[in-house]
């Protein structure tokens, strides 16, 4: 069964730090893009990060650039999203999310989130 | 970055009704878009990558059409598991992915 599991959340302060990770299984990890999604209370969705196969290429949404670093480890079928300096407004569910992609007759790939986790949540708070 | 607007923001319905969301791009983003459904307490799941393409195991009552800057996902007769949170989603751009701020689907 295809399945990714998050872990590592909880409840920080701001200024602090925060390591999640997500564990892949069910299909082969080193093949695909991931990405990390988040969704801060009764808001929508907000992608955060995402990085390629090899780790080569590692993108972010401007509000976390500096403070966050996505990482995998291929050997560990994981995913894991250093969180630096966070705040308040950091607060949310984190989900990880396997990037498919389709090929098209021309043009770039296709690519969308297949695979989510169920989550973890991280709360900043005093 | 491109920002996706979504309409309505939320919507009522009836079982059997059929049902359009609609998603417009603030630029051109061909057919790099992507729907989701989102339960309460639950991960968003894929309904439609590439605009219009049905992800495996979606039912075919759910629809994606459009190219360019507008979009629609269409439900051709809603069931009462349909009703939800719809995201749309552009990957045009995968250095800055962004989603629609969400139509809420409500039973009438």
């Known amino acids: 069964e295809v399945q990714l599991v998050e872990s590592g959340g909880g409840l920080v302060q701001p200024g602090g730090s925060l390591r999640l990770s997500c564990a892949a299984s069910?299909?082969?990890?080193?093949?695909?893009?991931m990405s990390w999604v988040r969704q801060a209370p009764g808001k929508g969705l907000e992608w955060v990060a995402n990085?390629?196969?090899?780790?080569?290429?590692?993108y972010y949404v401007d509000s976390v650039k500096g403070r966050f670093t996505i990482s995998r480890d291929n050997a560990k079928n994981s995913l894991y999203l250093q969180m630096n300096s966070l705040r308040a407004e950091d607060t949310a569910v984190y989900y990880c999310?396997?990037?498919?992609?389709?090929?098209?007759?021309?043009?770039?790939?296709?690519?969308?989130?297949?695979?989510w986790g169920k989550g973890t949540t991280v709360t900043v708070s005093s | 970055d491109i920002q996706m607007t979504q309409s309505p923001s939320s919507l009522s319905a009836s079982v059997g009704d059929r049902v359009t969301i609609t998603c417009r791009a603030s630029?051109?983003?061909?057919?790099?878009l992507n729907w989701y459904q989102q339960k309460p307490g639950k991960a968003p799941k894929l309904l439609i990558y590439?605009?219009?393409s049905l992800q495996s195991g979606v039912p075919s009552r759910f629809s994606g059409s459009g190219s360019g800057t507008d979009f629609t996902l269409t439900i051709s007769s809603l069931q009462p598991e349909d009703f939800a949170t719809y995201y749309c989603?552009?990957?045009?751009?995968?250095?800055?992915?962004?989603f629609g701020q969400g139509t809420r689907l409500e039973i009438k």
């Open positions: 069910g299909f082969t990890f080193s093949s695909y893009w």
């Open positions: 999310a396997r990037v498919g992609a389709a090929r098209p007759p021309e043009g770039y790939y296709y690519y969308y989130m297949d695979v």
């Open positions: 590439a605009a219009s």
């Open positions: 989603q552009q990957s045009y751009s995968t250095l800055s992915i962004t």
């Open positions: 630029q051109s983003i061909s057919s790099y």
């Open positions: 990085i390629k196969q090899d780790g080569s290429e590692k």
